[in-house]
C-alpha cells in the first residue's frame, strides 16, 4: 500500500535534500525521519510509504502548509530538531529533554504499548518488571520506552542504532531479550516470518505516545497552528484510525 498512490505530492516525500520554497512562494518545512515499519518504510524506489507518510500527505493537504522528507538518522535528526536544521519530525515519545528543543504538536495522534521479546527460554520468566533486573535488554538507541525503564541502572541495557538490526541480534542469539514497541515490533516480525521470537507476558501497563514535533528553532515555527488544527481534525474524525488499519499486523 502507498507504493503507487503518490500523485503529485508525492514528489515532495521522496528521499531527497529539502527545497527552500515551494512553487507558490511558501516555505518548505523539512520532516527528518528514518525507516521505522509500519510507520515509515521505504519502497524499491526510494519513496517512503507507511502510515506516518499517509498522515503526512494528509496534514500537508489539510494545512496547506508543504512539507518535505529528509532521511535522516533518528539520533542525527534530533540534534538537527535542537539547532532547527530540521524544522519537524513524526513518531516521537515524549521526554522531558526533547521537550527543551521541541513543541509537541497537541494531540497525540498515535499510542503503542512497550513489549519485550526473545526466544522462548528468554521471555518465559518475564511476568513482572522486577524480573528484568541483571537481565542483558537490547534497545535502540535515543529512544524512550517507560520509567522507570529507561533510566533503570539495574538492567544490562544495549544500545543499537536501528530496530531492524536490533531484530536479528536477538533473531542470532546475541541478545537474549529486546524491548521494542508492539505496533512496530509485531508488524516487522510478521513480514520477516520471524517466529522463533515471542513476546514476554509482561508489558508494561504505559503507552508509548506518538506526536508530532516542531523544533523550537525552526525558522518556519509561526505554521504550527495550521497543522495543529488539521492535525485535531484528523484524530477528531477517526480519519487517522481508518488510516492505519491496513498496518495492522
Request: proline content about 8%.
Amino acid at each position: 500500500m502507498g507504493k503507487t498512490s503518490w500523485g503529485v505530492l508525492g514528489l515532495l516525500f521522496a528521499c531527497m535534500a529539502p527545497v527552500a520554497m515551494a512553487a507558490s512562494g511558501a516555505p518548505t518545512l523539512t520532516v527528518a525521519t528514518d525507516v521505522w515499519p509500519p510507520f515509515r518504510m521505504l519502497a524499491q524506489d526510494g519513496h517512503f510509504y507507511g502510515l506516518d507518510i499517509d498522515i503526512l500527505r494528509r496534514l500537508q493537504a489539510r494545512s496547506g502548509v508543504s512539507l518535505t522528507l529528509k532521511r535522516v538518522p533518528w539520533g542525527r535528526a534530533l540534534k538537527q530538531m535542537q539547532t532547527g536544521q530540521t524544522d519537524l519530525m513524526i513518531g516521537l515519545a515524549h521526554t522531558p529533554e526533547r521537550a527543551a528543543f521541541i513543541d509537541y504538536l497537541q494531540p497525540a495522534y498515535y499510542q503503542c504499548r512497550p513489549a519485550f521479546y526473545g526466544k522462548a527460554g528468554a521471555v518465559l520468566g518475564i511476568r513482572q518488571y522486577e524480573d528484568l533486573r541483571g537481565r542483558e535488554v537490547g534497545y535502540v538507541l535515543n529512544s524512550a520506552y517507560f520509567d522507570p525503564f529507561d533510566d533503570d541502572p539495574w538492567i544490562d541495557k544495549h544500545g543499537v542504532p536501528t530496530e531492524s538490526q536490533l531484530q536479528r541480534m536477538v533473531e542470532r542469539g546475541h541478545l537474549p531479550l529486546m524491548i521494542g514497541t508492539d505496533c512496530q515490533v509485531d508488524y516487522a516480525l510478521s513480514k520477516r516470518n520471524a517466529g522463533a521470537l515471542l513476546k514476554a507476558d509482561y508489558q508494561p501497563p504505559s503507552p508509548v505516545v506518538l506526536y508530532l514535533g516542531i523544533s523550537k528553532r525552526s525558522p518556519h515555527h509561526d505554521l504550527a497552528p495550521a497543522l495543529v488544527k488539521a492535525l485535531k481534525e484528523m484524530v477528531a474524525s477517526g480519519e487517522i484510525e481508518t488510516l492505519a488499519k491496513p498496518y495492522h499486523p
